[in-house]
């Protein structure tokens, strides 16, 4: 079998691959806690599910136009007004498969081959293959100074004549870190002076702790919506615990919005009719169920964080938003990967690599689960890591005996 050269240079999504792992262990009986999945334990908001029912019992479940039914769009510039404080018109928004096919349509249709795209590390893992799937450069910027904020000189040093736009993730993942105001509004004021696009992948923007704000791109620019560089992609999937739903948008000017249309039209057509009736009934709905998952998932960080501070050797910064953690755990293993491996099958806890997000040494953490499910799975952790545990520990009804790594 012949496989084009672009594909074979295509690696495969860890998440989705650790996902399988931790089937196949269960599938055996195996009590794995999965620490590495970014997914809530919730169930869907009702008055998606009563959206959906009532678009499913009518029975006209047909095509809708490709960029989105026009009552979902509504919803979508009721949300951008609420919480960008910014007005939109039915062109500047389309509807697609999931934030991720939100940003691969972005980047597809702004990058042309060679073109270099900026990647803040950590990243999360999407960003460079979707880059090097439409043959542009990922340029991938590590903070110096060893934080997990991105800084305005490391960026500068980055751009070239060749640089196209750049990628933004905040609340960040895997980090947790929530970007500073300063940061953001100093990042849109070069990419407007100097034509590069911003891409804000604001997909965590309401899932923050502490009274922390995610301020928004288009605070810090006056330009309007046909004129910015600034592009915004958001979805349902975590703010409303809503992953399977897969419905995803993109705010942008009228000429982008219409490319990215035909390209869609050409690739999936329109996302699923009763998928966006959910969406639209989430977006409507009353908007105190997103804030009682907020306040779940801040509980689980609180609870995580005091775990991990429990663990000798461990240094993380505490998440401001999302639902991840990026340990440090260099004091035990230098290899990610390895590590990951190790705690899989010697502990039976899924945690994702730190290589995958350009951070070497440390491993991400995932607390949207249950409280039950964070306390064991880093008890086991320090169980297999710890020298001062006890040798050996039952895991459900299964002996196990401490391997040094």
């Not at 979902?72 to 009721?78: N, P, V, Y």
């Not at 980047?107 to 081959?113: A, G, H, N, R, S």
């Not at 050409?266 to 998952?293: D, F, K, R, W």
Request: charged share 20%.
């Amino acid at each position: 079998m012949s496989i084009s050269q672009l594909a074979r240079s295509i690696v495969d999504s860890p998440t989705l691959r650790l996902n399988e792992e931790a089937r196949l262990l269960r599938e055996r009986g195996l009590p794995v806690i999965h620490l590495g999945i970014g997914e809530p334990k919730n169930k869907a908001p009702i008055n998606a599910i009563l959206s959906a029912a009532n678009k499913l019992n009518s029975g006209d479940v047909k095509y809708t136009p490709t960029d989105g039914t026009p009552a979902l769009k509504k919803a979508i510039i009721k949300y951008t007004e609420d919480n960008y404080n910014r007005i939109v018109a039915p062109e500047n928004v389309i509807v697609t498969n999931g934030a991720k096919q939100s940003l691969f349509n972005v980047i597809y249709c702004l990058v042309d081959p060679q073109d270099e795209v900026i990647i803040l590390a950590p990243y999360w893992v999407s960003y460079p293959e979707m880059v090097k799937m439409v043959y542009g450069m990922p340029i991938v910027v590590t903070p110096k100074d060893g934080t997990f904020y991105p800084r305005m000189e490391d960026i500068l040093e980055a751009v070239s004549s060749y640089t196209k736009a750049i990628i933004v993730n905040t609340p960040n993942n895997p980090s947790g870190m929530v970007f500073p105001p300063e940061f953001i509004g100093a990042l849109v004021e070069f990419c407007e002076s100097k034509g590069i696009y911003l891409i804000m992948d604001d997909i965590y923007h309401r899932l923050v702790f502490d009274g922390t704000k995610a301020v928004p791109g288009y605070q810090f620019t006056q330009k309007d919506i046909e004129s910015t560089k600034v592009i915004v992609t958001n979805g349902v999937s975590k703010i409303y615990g809503m992953t399977g739903f897969r419905i995803g948008w993109v705010i942008a000017n009228r000429r982008l919005v219409e490319v990215m249309t035909n390209v869609q039209a050409q690739m999936t057509s329109n996302p699923a009719t009763i998928l966006q009736s959910a969406a639209e009934g989430a977006l409507n709905g009353v908007q105190s169920y997103a804030e009682s998952l907020r306040l779940t998932i801040e509980n689980n960080r609180n609870v995580i964080m005091q775990e991990l501070r429990s663990f000798n050797g461990i240094r993380v910064p505490e998440p401001q938003g999302t639902f991840y953690c990026l340990p440090d755990f260099r004091a035990y293993q230098d290899n990610s990967v390895v590590l990951a491996d190790f705690l899989l099958k010697k502990a039976l806890v899924v945690a994702v690599p730190g290589i995958e997000f350009g951070i070497e040494g440390h491993l991400r953490l995932s607390f949207s689960g249950t409280v039950k499910d964070i306390t064991e799975g880093i008890a086991r952790m320090k169980w297999a890591l710890d020298p001062e545990s006890p040798r050996e520990i039952y895991i459900g009804d299964r002996k196990m005996i401490r391997d040094w790594l």
